[in-house]
């Protein structure tokens, strides 16, 4: 120990103030997979980490004849976004892309120009589907868009859980322990690589 440090506390880190991550499923189906995986998520965050869902259900279709007169339901979308320390996004995948609920919920909370609510938030991306390739289609055009809303997707690890009817129960819920692993690993490296952001 430096002499004269012995008195002084360990730096703050988020996982000692806390952080919130708000967990947003890309499927409105009530026994979802990814619904099940952000369930999942919120049982396996590090000590320090809650992960808030957010359901998508409410967001109406987005017009931007509306952008002046948001709904209720996007205005608290944006208010919990801008709360949130990182985002984590459970998407389907929906003609090898990123379903239109999520789309839409995106397109929201980026307008109008100049008010996005994403600007500069760190994410996690993961996903389940039934196919092979387990969102990985998706979850790529996924992280395009971050690109424009100037989001931070953490690299690694990639979380595509293919085959979902085996690994998840009949309710949705995540049984397969490798998955689980996986997103235990994504939600540890999401902390830290908010902390690095911060
Ligand atoms: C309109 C539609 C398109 C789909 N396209 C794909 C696809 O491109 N790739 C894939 O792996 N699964 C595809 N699926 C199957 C989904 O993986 C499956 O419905 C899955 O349960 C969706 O996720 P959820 O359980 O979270 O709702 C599609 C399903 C629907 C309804």
Redesign the pocket.
Known sequence: MIPGAEGNPAPPTLYTVGMTILGI?G?L?K?????GALRAAQELAPAGVTVEPFDLNGIPLYSQDDEGTPPPRVTEFKARIRAADAILFAT?????SIPGVLKNAIDWASRPYGDSAWDGKPAGIMG????A?G?A?AQYHLRQCCVFLNMFPVNRPEVMIAN?AQRFDSQ?NLTDEPSREHIRKLLESLAAWTLKLK
Do not use: F, K, L
Not at 31 to 35: A, F, G, I
Not at 92 to 96: L, P, S
Not at 128 to 131: D, F, N
């Open positions: 499923a499927s189906r026994t979802s997979y990814n619904r389907a995948e929906y003609n090898y389940a589907s039934v196919g390739t969102t289609r979902a949705g």
